[in-house]
């Protein structure tokens, strides 16, 4: 112990000292608690809460969710990392710095399927395991993956099992189309390819611009081209999709069917499908290579476009936009018949989506942080029936992949999409970012002169010889079971 002695003189500055001593002591004590706190950094692309949404209030739900988890465990802070808006690409540029520089958050959102491709960068950890484990915030549940809608996910898992996302939720997309122009020409919604651009060509003969395609990222064209891939491959598919989960061709099997030419790029019903791209974008408005799928949205709510294909978060946006002084209407890509093309067969346009919305990932940066068992109990938390269906009721953005969560009546048009199924050949699980943006380019010079169909199909030729063999190389594939 210390004594002080003090004098008149100096009692007073004593006092004042002493005052911000213990105030400094007490922020020390505060800020050190806040410090010991377990924090978990997510970003979500399509549940951030607390940040304006075009004609609605901000979504609530999650951050709601985290402050109850916080509540159960007092040493965890959850956070939402709210970035700019970004396409596709975009993001997932962004995601590959953070994870090469180690500054990625904890949890992020990300496709299953792409992030399959950085398994070697060990950046982010297989889920599966732990959805073999019970969920202890669900009373008698002694298996997580239960829980769950299995057999979108199960699409969603690599050629070996691994699961590198957690699916919350299910996504699909819809053409939406002004009803009130459709009327006035006396058109109906198309039933064949055929008629789908019957409609377009009679529109354009009018003055109207028939449908706003984006193209300066990938996300519309690769929605069209997995579809006509899907279909005009459907023939081959027996002898295809033989190694992985039914449904899904996965990189493997990718690369086995390059190499025993069931599936090339100079094959005539793959040149088939930008044929049929091609005389397609006849009916697009100027600048499509310039276009972003909200800029197109923004241009059909104010009428300057007829027809515009856009995702299911689209649709309480379209439905409820202010702004908008004309009737709605959807439908989905419509069948192609031998009308359009010589290689069409039964075979259903597939949709486009399924456990595709959002994904979350846990990173190497959890790992590195040991914090990799809390983020798996956040999410297991988060996948509650009751969490997950007030995430989805309240954005009214997808459809839920939890058993027993309800889903929204804005999301109904897209339920009978689910029973063609997922479209079993996605070019971004056989493609690597890099190569993903290669292809891009090839098209985008394609539909403006730089490159013709010869052109374009020699270069994706390239491109898919240069998959095939690198996933071969980086995978160390058996090929005796080939």
């Known amino acids: 112990m210390i004594a002080l002695r003090l004098n ?9 000292g002493l005052l911000v001593v213990l105030v400094c002591l007490l922020v020390a004590v505060v800020a050190g608690t806040a410090l010991g706190a377990q924090e978990i950094r997510i970003v979500t692309r399509n549940y951030v809460p607390n940040v304006p949404q075009p004609g609605r209030e901000p979504l609530k739900a999650m951050a709601e969710i985290a402050a109850a988890y916080e509540a159960l465990h007092p040493d965890v802070k959850i956070t939402y990392v709210e970035l700019p808006e970004m396409n596709e690409q975009e993001y997932l540029a962004w995601l590959v710095s953070q994870a090469a520089g180690g500054t990625i958050p904890h949890i992020v959102w990300g496709h299953a399927t792409e992030l399959e491709q950085y398994r070697h960068d060990e950046w982010f950890v297989d889920l599966m395991p732990y ?20 057999k979108p996910v199960e699409l969603r898992r690599s050629y070996d099992g691994a699961l590198w996302s957690l699916p919350i939720d299910l996504v699909a997309t819809i053409i939406f189309y002004n009803q009130d122009v459709f009327d006035e020409y006396g058109l109906t919604v198309p039933a064949t ?10 529109l354009q003969a009018a003055g109207e611009t028939p449908f706003l395609f984006e193209l300066k990222d990938w996300v519309n064209f690769s929605w069209i081209f997995r579809v006509l891939l899907s279909h005009f491959y459907a023939p081959l598919l027996e002898e295809i999709d033989v190694l992985g989960t039914p449904g899904q061709v996965t990189a493997e099997e990718f690369a086995r069917a390059y190499q025993k030419g069931l599936l090339r ?3 005539p019903q793959h040149r088939e499908i930008y044929r049929i791209i091609k005389d397609w974008s006849k009916y697009w408005a100027p600048g499509a290579v310039s276009s972003t799928m909200q800029l197109n949205r923004e241009k059909f709510l104010r009428g300057q476009g007829v027809m515009y294909w856009g995702p299911s978060p689209d649709m309480p946006v379209v439905m409820q936009a202010e702004n908008r002084e004309f009737r709605v209407g959807t439908f989905y890509v419509p069948q192609v018949t031998v009308e359009t093309s010589s290689y069409a067969n039964d075979s259903p346009m597939h949709m486009v989506g399924g456990a595709s919305g959002e994904q979350l990932a846990i990173t190497e940066t959890a790992v ?26 309240e954005a009214q953005k997808m459809l839920p992949v939890i058993q027993g969560a309800p889903t929204p009546s804005i999301m109904e048009p897209f339920t009978p999409q689910f029973e063609a199924g997922v479209s079993p050949l996605i070019v971004e699980r056989f493609l690597s970012t890099q190569q993903m943006g290669m292809w891009l380019r090839y098209v985008q010079m394609f539909f403006t002169g730089g490159l013709d169909l010869d052109g374009l199909t020699r270069e994706t030729e390239k491109l ?3 998959a095939a063999e690198t996933l071969i190389e980086l995978n160390k594939y058996d090929q005796s079971r080939w």
């Open 8 to 16: 008149s003189g100096t009692k007073g500055k004593l006092h004042c």
């Open 265 to 267: 790029a100079d094959q």
């Open 131 to 150: 959805l073999e484990e019970p969920n202890p915030y669900v009373e008698g549940n002694e298996r997580w993956y239960d829980l769950f809608y299995q």
């Open 368 to 393: 590195r942080e040991g914090k990799v068992d809390l983020c798996v109990d956040f999410l297991r938390f988060l996948t509650v029936p009751e969490n997950n269906g007030r995430v989805i009721s």
């Open 464 to 466: 898919y010889k240069e």
């Open 193 to 202: 390819w055929a008629e789908f651009i019957d409609i377009q060509q009679k």
